[in-house]
């Protein structure tokens, strides 16, 4: 037994046993990992989880010094064991009670851990999102070899809550009703819809017809395309002229559809799987567009009309149909070149 | 034994001053002087008037308030973080932007349902993408600093209510576009200002833009209220 004890205290100073002790407790204290992920807070949910550690680990050393001394004290009487058995009923309630609220930690740290599993997709620097922003426009020429997808989900994102926002916008300047449902569930449900729904259903096409493309790779693809439809709503949104809004549909809608035909020809073999995919692609892209600019927007050129009233507010909410609004409109310029001949 | 006892007695005896008896084990002795720390401290909040708690509370969330609306680079915000603020301000915002009417054909304004789970669950979207993108900072440290950074826009809201009140021209249109404008503005260069830190140097841009996109969605829905008839 001395043997032992020497050996525990051959540490530099006489009282190395007592550091020795120090640093088996501190091993045996098994703090949570999840206090130390998120390393500068000083919130109080990871004070908490630390102090309720020690506590734990007091209460337990002292539970098995209670129960030392129950175990000698038992034969005293009913009065001292009854005692003793409250208090370590208390204690093993206490103790449940602290599980219980560890399990539900654990679970929230596994929740943590799996937001860990998108971090690498967000790994990008503000260049290279504005880079691949600018290439979502420009097709490319070599369809002959597979062409390189960023696999990211930062740019994608963005962008389709940009596009939330500018339908937001849209419906509201056209005094869209929604009638079941709210303004802002429509436009969140019809982006996101769009964005994963589609990229779904062309990775499914594409895994029938044996082209080389991960779903990451879709999701990313079709984010990127969604940067042409949100310059074009927000042109259009603005500048009501429906020649404008075809003209920028074709060039612009049909440049990003063309960039991502291309990177899908390049990765399928054979015309007709190639004729599938990309025709099916670039239909549902070019009528998302057009869907959304007739769907959420109406003309409203009534506000030219009542802007000169005095107590309308200039953003009308008032839906019009295209036929009646350009019949007001030939009405107003024949009235006003009417005016302008009277008074000659 | 008496020799291991007197081996012990020697070991400790540079620390006499600490009573450790060789029974117990050390750990339960160094940890209850802190339990009863705790256990005082636990029973000292209880014990206090509610109005103390209330008041005690509401001076925290004032002073924050007061950061916001001079930000400067202080880690107020960021050490002592609570909701109380952002649940104040949010409901404030959601129930001044709230329609009146029930079944008319203007259901085009937002409920107050729908500027309640547009803040939280922004907030709570821009928080992962920091977080994502590399950030230091914690869960609810960024939930509260987005949260207590609408306190401009609700003092915008306020004011386009009261110019609304007045008579509804393009002029008023143009006051309410400019303070609204000022007020998103300040928002989110206040809540840049304590975000930004926390990101490498490099991806700032990447952790403003979102934020940038939430004032703006909610300075929209402030601008285009208008009031019912």
């Not at chain 1, 209460?59 to 005293?76: M, Q, W, Y």
């Not at chain 1, 964005?195 to 096409?205: D, M």
């Not at chain 2, 117990?24 to 005082?40: C, K, L």
Request: hydrophobic share 45%.
């Amino acid at each position: 037994m001395s043997a032992s004890q020497g050996s525990r205290s051959t540490s530099t100073e006489p009282w190395g046993s007592f550091e020795n002790n120090i640093i088996m407790q501190g091993s045996g204290s098994a703090v949570i990992d999840m206090e130390n992920m998120d390393d500068t807070s000083g919130s109080s949910f990871e004070d908490m989880g630390e102090m309720h550690q020690r506590m734990k680990e007091e209460e337990e050393v002292t539970a098995e010094a209670a129960a030392a001394e129950e175990e000698d004290s038992g034969e005293d009487g009913d009065f001292l064991g009854v005692k003793g058995l409250k208090g370590q009923l208390g204690r093993q309630v206490a103790d449940e009670v602290w599980q219980a609220g560890k399990r539900q930690a654990s679970k929230a740290f596994n929740l943590y851990a799996n937001i860990d599993i998108l971090r690498p997709y967000f790994d990008v620097e503000p260049i290279q999102v504005r880079n691949r922003l600018i290439e979502s426009l420009i097709p490319v020429r070599m369809i002959n070899f597979p062409q390189k997808v960023a696999g990211e989900l930062y740019g994608p994102m963005m962008l389709v809550f940009t596009m939330v926002a500018i339908l937001l916008h849209g419906m509201k300047t056209s005094g869209t009703v929604i009638r079941e449902g709210t303004l802002m569930g429509t436009a969140i449900g019809t982006c996101f819809g769009y964005w994963l729904g589609v990229s779904s259903f062309i990775y499914f096409l594409a895994y029938l017809c044996n082209a080389q493309i991960t779903m990451l790779q879709m999701l990313s693809l079709l984010g990127y395309g969604l940067f042409g439809h949100c310059t074009v709503l927000f042109i259009t949104y603005n500048v009501h002229f429906h020649s404008l809004f075809y003209i920028l549909w074709l060039v612009i809608g049909g440049l990003s559809t063309l960039r991502m035909v291309a990177v899908l020809i390049s990765r399928t073999v054979g015309p007709s799987p190639r004729l599938i995919l990309c025709g099916t692609l670039a239909a549902l892209h070019m009528l998302f567009l057009l869907y959304l600019h007739f769907a959420y927007h109406k003309m409203v050129e009534g506000i030219l009309d009542t802007l000169e009233g005095p107590n309308i507010p200039p953003i009308q909410r008032v839906a019009r149909d295209v036929p009646i609004v350009a019949n007001a409109v030939v009405n107003a310029t024949i009235k006003s070149i009417a005016a302008v001949v009277q008074s000659q | 034994m008496a020799e291991v006892e007197e081996s012990s007695k020697r070991m400790f005896a540079g620390l006499s001053d600490i009573s450790i008896s060789e029974d117990i084990p050390v750990e339960g002795d160094i940890s209850v002087p802190v339990r009863s720390q705790n256990a005082d401290d636990d029973f000292s909040t209880l014990d206090e008037p509610v109005k103390d708690t209330i008041l005690r509370d509401l001076r925290a969330v004032g002073q924050k308030f007061v950061h916001v609306l001079y930000p400067k680079k202080s880690s107020a915000l960021l050490k002592d973080w609570d909701l109380w603020g952002p649940l104040l301000l949010c409901v404030t915002l959601a129930l001044m932007l709230q329609g009146g009417s029930a079944d008319s054909g203007d259901d085009g304004r937002p409920q107050f349902a729908e500027v309640f789970v547009i803040i939280w669950f922004g907030s709570v979207i821009i928080t992962l993408n920091s977080k994502l993108l590399g950030g230091t900072i914690s869960f609810f440290q960024s939930l509260c600093v987005l949260g207590y950074c609408i306190l401009p826009l609700t003092v915008a809201m306020i004011v386009c209510r009261i110019v609304l009140l007045g008579s509804i021209s393009s002029i008023s249109f143009v006051v309410r576009l400019i303070v609204v404008t000022a007020s998103f503005c300040w928002s989110t260069f206040a809540s840049t200002a304590f975000l930004a830190d926390s990101q490498p140097a490099n991806r700032k841009a990447l952790v403003v833009y979102p934020v940038f996109l939430f004032y703006f969605v909610i300075g929209w829905m402030i601008l285009t209220f208008s009031p019912s008839p």
